[in-house]
């Protein structure tokens, strides 16, 4: 049971570059969430989906974009990186509704901009 | 702006020793969530509670929902331990979707 799954897990780009991070889960999850961490911050939230084909933005959207195509991947797109998206990135999904919100995470992509 | 605060931000402990790391939170949450986030960066659901207490093996994480301030013990401490401890809260507003506001976390490093 993979769970889920990030890729890449480690990736240096160049400045005004462009990427995807792939996020992908086999739970059948409903919810998904992209995240970033920073030293001394707490995970903040950059976009999230609520299903398949929905996406919204979280408290620091801006130099991203995302897409749900399919309801067990979750897209993450830098079209023209910053330093300041250098950063490890975490990918998390969960079941709607009620008691069954704990959010399970992928490994990390950590990402550095030059 | 809703906050999460952690307390203390670093703590060093000799294995055996009784640890405890506070949460503490502005308005009224629906849950709170304590995580851990292993040395090599994956990050795992501990609790999930809503009132009460819950254990589980040596951690046992209690919350008081009046003065909106939860704790995380770990009884007999161990080396492998180690580890951050995050605290996560759902707040219970409308439009919040459910998502969760995270604290900075508490960096634990048991020595044996």
């Known amino acids: 049971n993979a769970g889920v799954t990030q890729t890449p897990k480690f990736r240096v780009l160049k400045t005004g570059q462009s990427m995807t991070l792939l996020c992908a889960q086999d739970?059948?999850?409903?919810?998904m969430y992209w995240y970033r961490q920073d030293p001394g911050m707490g995970l903040r939230l950059i976009h999230y989906s609520v299903g398949e084909g929905t996406t919204a933005k979280g408290e620091v959207p801006d130099g991203y974009n995302v897409s749900r195509l399919k309801k067990q991947n979750f897209l993450l797109g830098l079209e023209s990186a910053a330093p300041s998206q250098t950063s490890v990135y975490f990918c998390?999904?969960?079941?709607?509704?009620?008691?069954?919100?704990?959010?399970?995470f992928g490994a990390g992509t950590r990402l550095s901009v030059l | 702006k809703n906050e999460v605060e952690q307390s203390p931000q670093n703590l060093t402990a000799q294995e055996g020793e009784f640890i405890t790391i506070n949460c503490s939170y502005s308005v009224g949450i629906s849950a709170l969530h304590w995580l851990q986030q292993h040395p090599g960066g994956g990050i795992v659901s501990l609790f999930m509670?809503?009132?009460g207490k819950k254990k589980h093996g040596r951690l046992i994480a209690t919350i008081n929902i009046q003065e909106k301030h939860s704790s995380l013990h770990i009884t007999a401490s161990h080396p492998r331990d180690s580890a951050v401890y995050i605290c996560a809260v759902k707040y219970d507003y409308g439009g919040s979707q459910g998502n969760l506001i995270f604290g900075k976390g508490t960096k634990l490093s048991v020595k044996p």
């Open positions: 739970m059948n999850h409903e919810y």
């Open positions: 509670l809503s009132s």
């Open positions: 998390a999904s969960r079941l709607a509704g009620g008691d069954k919100n704990i959010q399970y």
